[in-house]
């Protein structure tokens, strides 16, 4: 599947949610960074034909989406951020029922719905009610729900809120399994979790498409602007109210930081390998001193 994004834009009023966002994706895991309010949400909800764009297009294989209509949301998996539940449900009623709405076989449904609650690690509670999930429970079966059409687009809105360490660390396998095969644009807040599976970035800023590079390479744009220093516990103090500070950690009375800035900030500064966080940090500071956006 080849999907090109034209010129996206969406707007309320006087404000735009999307700007002209342009880009062609194909198979592989799509990371969609970027603070709240950046346009992500609204980006996703037009992929996925929710929402009408005010201007661009989408097209898939050449054919505009609102051209395709069912046949292309046939090929779509989404998991938005707010997911809704039946909560007297159980976990195999709810895949069951939600398989039907999809058109899927009765016989061919069952096989499909006990096979991805085994992916997601709830076949075991399957015939226990939705309600008694716990919130990560609840997030795993929302991404179970977005698969069960085979999708070719699977399009997945902070997917691992509420997930512990070790079930994000499956869900990263299962997406970048997922990927080899399918297009895959994935949308979250924990950084670390797009640093070990995306194979793009494209980050969002006021609405518009900022960077778009691989996940090897984006992190070089701020080389020669992250530093290591170790300072007194009062100069940390100082430093942070300067410097955009992304870790401190205090160790035999001293306090180590890791500061992201264009200049040298201290006179011990050494060099440090970026990564993605510092990236986010440094494109988003603003919003980051205004909102205290959560990376």
């Known amino acids: 599947m080849r999907i090109e994004i034209n010129d996206l834009t969406k707007k309320y009023k006087e404000k735009y949610a999307v700007n002209n966002f342009s880009v062609t994706l194909g198979s592989g895991v799509y990371a969609l960074l970027g603070p709240n309010g950046s346009g992500k949400t609204t980006l996703m909800r037009m992929l996925c034909d929710v929402l009408r764009p005010t201007a661009g297009s989408i097209l898939v294989n050449g054919t505009d989406i609102s051209v395709l209509g069912e046949q292309y949301r046939d090929r779509l998996g989404y998991l938005p951020q707010h997911f809704g539940f039946y909560p007297g449900f159980t976990g195999m009623e709810f895949m069951l029922y939600l398989s039907a709405l999809k058109g899927l076989p009765k016989l061919k449904a069952q096989e499909r719905c006990e096979e991805l609650l085994k992916l997601v690690g709830l076949y075991d509670v399957r015939k226990k009610k939705i309600k008694t999930y716990s919130g990560g429970m609840k997030q795993r079966i929302g991404i179970a729900q977005a698969l069960i059409n085979d999708p070719d687009l699977l399009v997945l809105d902070e997917p691992t809120v509420g997930l512990d360490p ?45 960077l778009n590079d691989n996940a090897e390479d984006i992190c070089h744009r701020i080389d020669g602007m992250v530093w290591d220093c170790v300072v007194t516990p009062k100069e940390a103090d100082v430093m942070s109210g300067k410097y955009i500070v992304s870790n401190i950690r205090h160790e035999d009375g001293m306090a180590r930081l890791r500061v992201v800035s264009d200049t040298m900030p201290c006179d011990s500064a050494v060099l440090a390998e970026p990564c993605l966080e510092d990236l986010f940090l440094y494109y988003f500071k603003e919003e980051s001193a205004d909102d205290n956006t959560e990376v």
């Open 166 to 210: 070790k079930e994000r660390t499956k869900f990263r396998n299962i997406i970048s399994d997922l990927g080899e095969s399918k297009t895959v644009l994935l949308s979250t807040h924990i950084v670390s979790d797009i640093e070990y599976i995306a194979g793009d970035i494209l980050v969002m800023k006021n609405g518009e498409l900022a």
